[in-house]
């Protein structure tokens, strides 16, 4: 069953996401003096005294609403709210009670769930200043005073939180997901593909590019597996990022797509593939990630059959380092086709972690190297004497040789496209590692080495 869900819920700029990077335990939500930089909620697990549970991490309530992004902020504090098992409400002491305080306790308490009141920024908890009383107005009952920038006050918050939490939850330990990072460009869809899914507006979408800051996990489940789908910031072009926040929305898309096993390199049909998707695959396959080109917005192509043609031809030329990555047309909005990218899913998660015995892989080497010898180089040809796969997710194997220097890159792909013929690794880049056998290292010692990492 799933975790008990902990909301922390509260005015912007009180510290809920300095709060929730602490007790996580590392910086997962974005920080910043800027009120709103958090737009969308933030899932993340946390472990206490035994006891398991999921903080979501919301974006401020505001009473007056300004304009959309606020409006859409309100709205998925409220969804966090009603999916919570218990509310943790943050205030901040240095500015004191404050009129949408009483909105927001007003507001929780429709809600009948439990609740408790957190009093941030108080420097010394243990003994809070005499006004820390004033927030016995807003009829809540008990509080605990933390400074969530010293970690202060953190034992008290989660023993009480414990006794908030369900009694009869029973935790799956084993976690079997796919981790999915979406990326691309700004406003390619990345978040109305998250929202078409979970059928609800799980992340904030928006024409304004940008909208999306953190990197947001959902977990979906479609027929029998669950995937973990990290919903990322637009990478810009470094040129283009004009404030600090964008600049850590880039890196949290960074760290997502080193965590994610598969990623959907997500492409704008109506404006083609540009310089800068280039540069964000690329930083899927210099992680060695299993990979599929998503060509979103395909409900607003006229002609599909000669566009198709074009897009397709345009990555086979741009992406020609990444050529054994499948390619689907979707529209995230209508849904067409969408589904049919969990398959394409499962099967590159599959071909990343193929395993090829050794014996298997000398074989197809052997023939390989018959068909076609290494050239010579000033009269000395590379000899490769074997090889083993040495690990997966990405698949990556070892070569022994005589002299590395004698390689050329021509002769690795070639060695990679016959591996691919035979093995396959549909999806993901294969890596190969070149190593000289030692002068006095014989045959024995090497096939020794060879069947100690089978």
């Known amino acids: 069953m799933l975790k008990p869900i902990v909301a922390v819920i509260g005015r912007p700029n009180v510290g809920k996401s300095t709060f929730f990077n602490a007790i996580i335990g590392e910086r997962i939500s974005i920080v910043d003096d800027t009120p709103g930089v958090t737009r969308d909620r933030i899932y993340a697990d946390a472990e206490w005294l035994g ?3 999921t903080f979501i991490d919301t974006g401020g309530i505001e009473t007056k609403i300004s304009d959309d992004i ?28 404050h009129p949408v305080d009483f909105e927001i306790a007003n507001m929780l308490r429709k809600s009948s769930k439990p609740i408790l009141l957190v009093i941030n920024k108080c420097d010394q908890p243990a003994n809070p200043p005499a006004e820390i009383y004033d927030f016995y107005q807003l009829g809540l009952g008990d509080f605990i005073p933390i400074s969530a920038t010293n970690k202060l006050g953190f034992t008290e918050v989660l023993d009480a939180l414990v006794k908030l939490l369900p009694k009869s939850e029973i935790y799956d330990q084993a976690d079997s997901k796919i981790s999915v990072a979406i990326i691309g460009k700004p406003n390619v869809g990345k978040s109305s593909l ?95 990630k299993a990979t599929i080109f998503v060509i979103n917005k395909w409900d607003l192509i006229s002609n599909k059959n000669e566009r198709m043609a074009e897009i397709e031809k345009d990555l086979k030329i741009r992406f020609s380092f990444m050529a054994y990555a499948p390619i689907i047309f979707v529209s995230a909005i209508h849904g067409q086709r969408v589904h049919r990218i969990f398959n394409l899913i499962n099967e590159v998660y599959e071909q990343a972690h193929r395993k090829i015995s050794t014996n298997v892989v000398n074989e197809v080497l052997s023939s390989a190297i018959a068909m076609n010898p290494a050239p010579q180089d000033k009269g000395r040809r590379l000899k490769v004497l074997y090889a083993t796969q040495v690990a997966t997710g990405p698949p990556t194997f070892i070569f022994f040789v005589n002299n590395k220097d004698l390689l050329h890159f021509s002769y690795e792909r070639y060695l990679e496209n016959q591996f691919r013929l035979n093995f396959g690794f549909e999806g993901n880049p294969i890596h190969f590692i070149w190593r000289n056998r030692t002068r006095d290292e014989t045959l024995t010692e090497i096939f020794k080495k060879r069947d100690n990492q089978r």
């Open 51 to 53: 006891h398991e549970m």
């Open 70 to 97: 606020t409006k859409s902020m309100k709205i998925q504090a409220e969804i966090a709210i009603d999916t919570a098992d218990v509310i943790l409400f943050l205030a901040d002491m240095k500015t004191g009670i």
């Open 194 to 288: 998250v929202n078409f899914l979970m059928q609800e507006e799980r992340t904030i979408t928006s024409e304004i590019a940008g909208t999306t800051r953190d990197a947001i996990d959902v977990d979906f489940h479609f027929e029998d597996q669950v995937y973990r789908l990290i919903d990322t910031a637009g990478l810009r072009r470094q040129g283009k990022i004009k404030h600090r926040i964008e600049k850590y929305s880039n890196i949290r898309t960074e760290q997502a797509v080193k965590r994610a096993d598969v990623c959907l390199v997500m492409i704008d049909a109506v404006e083609g593939v540009t310089e800068q998707d280039t540069k964000i695959a690329g930083l899927s396959h210099n992680n060695g």
